[in-house]
């Protein structure tokens, strides 16, 4: 069973293009982690969400909490937003771990 | 800005072999989380450790795994006799406030 869908799973994206990637979850929650996977392997923190709407650079994440969903957004795409997305959530049942999505792969063609 | 180190960034073992896998938290940090990342396969939350004793693991983490702060700044992650199923990335994480998560640039374990 998984608490966290992504979608879509491959998106492909022309440089400048708008980007949203999307993300469910099945569970009720007391946060919601954004975080980019690098090709190499590692991962950066982009957005902890509780509520409402976050914006950094030309990255902008929001979610719905009534409709557990939550979608990250970039704008003006570049080559080196290539990268896979990947939204957790901590659920607000048990305890602080956090569940993963499986990740969207995204990139960006010149 | 403050970074999580680990050390080894690759480790090759052969199974049944008991390795260590290090971390350096953020110094100011007191809440820190161990996942793991099978090849091709989702984040998978393994423990987090709080206050120098375990507080919450999932169902991966068996009695081959153990976590300790030996010294207030290393955290490590040991498995004491490793199998193929344990080869996979291995990221620590520091947690700061509001359970913002700081990740480490991950290890690399492979078991032959």
């Known amino acids: 069973k998984n608490e966290v869908e992504q979608s879509p799973q491959n998106l492909t994206a022309q440089e400048g293009e708008f980007i949203t990637i999307n993300c469910s979850y099945s569970?009720?929650?007391?946060?919601l982690h954004w975080l980019q996977q690098h090709p190499g392997g590692g991962i950066v923190s982009l957005f902890m969400l509780s509520s409402g709407k976050k914006k950094h650079g030309r990255l902008i994440a929001t979610i719905n909490i009534q409709e557990k969903h939550s979608s990250l957004h970039i704008t003006a795409s570049h080559p080196r937003d290539s990268a896979v997305y990947i939204c957790?959530?901590?659920?607000?049942?048990?305890?602080?771990?956090?569940?993963f999505g499986t990740g969207t792969s995204l990139t960006v063609i010149p | 800005e403050p970074e999580v180190t680990q050390t080894p960034s690759h480790q090759v073992t052969q199974m049944g072999q008991e390795v260590i896998l290090r971390c350096v938290p953020i110094?100011?940090?007191?809440?820190f989380y161990w996942y793991r990342q099978i090849l091709g396969q989702k984040v998978e939350f393994l423990v987090s450790?709080?206050?120098?004793?375990?507080?919450?693991k999932s169902e991966i983490f068996d009695d081959q795994f153990s976590v300790e702060r030996p010294d207030g700044s290393n955290f490590t992650l040991k498995i004491r006799s490793t199998k193929l199923e344990d080869s996979a990335m291995y990221f620590c994480a520091s947690i700061g406030g509001a359970y913002e998560q700081y990740f480490g640039p991950g290890t690399r374990l492979t078991v032959t």
């Open positions: 450790f709080y206050n120098n004793e375990i507080s919450e």
């Open positions: 110094s100011n940090h007191l809440y």
């Open positions: 957790a959530v901590k659920r607000e049942d048990t305890g602080n771990q956090f569940y």
């Open positions: 569970v009720g929650i007391s946060a």
